[in-house]
């Protein structure tokens, strides 16, 4: 994100976009926070509207971030 611009415009931005395509925007979304927690996981738009699948994406990001929580630890 850019740290300069206006955050009433980002929101307005991601709200368009969210209104165009939820399942897209909300990939997005989740993506990101994955990334502020440090995890290299991803999900794609069918994923998040995979309401059947949900169970096996969340054990396969939870893997994901042990292994970065392992990883970070074996720095130290």
Same mark, same amino acid.
């Given at each position: 994100?850019?740290?300069?611009?206006?955050?009433?415009?980002?929101?307005?931005?991601?709200?368009?976009?969210?209104?165009?395509?939820?399942?897209?925007?909300?990939?997005?979304? $989740?993506?990101?926070? /994955?990334?502020?927690?440090?995890?290299?996981?991803?999900?794609? &738009?069918?994923?998040?509207? !995979?309401? #059947?699948? $949900?169970?096996?994406? /969340?054990?396969?990001?939870?893997?994901?971030?042990?292994?970065? &929580?392992?990883?970070?630890? !074996?720095? #130290?």
């Amino acid at each position: 994100m850019n740290s300069s611009a206006n955050l009433q415009s980002t929101i307005e931005d991601f709200l368009e976009s969210l209104s165009q395509s939820q399942e897209h925007t909300l990939a997005e979304l $989740i993506n990101c926070i /994955l990334r502020c927690c440090g995890c290299s996981d991803n999900v794609n &738009s069918d994923q998040v509207m !995979d309401y #059947d699948g $949900i169970v096996d994406v /969340l054990e396969d990001v939870t893997e994901a971030l042990k292994n970065v &929580s392992t990883s970070s630890s !074996d720095l #130290d």
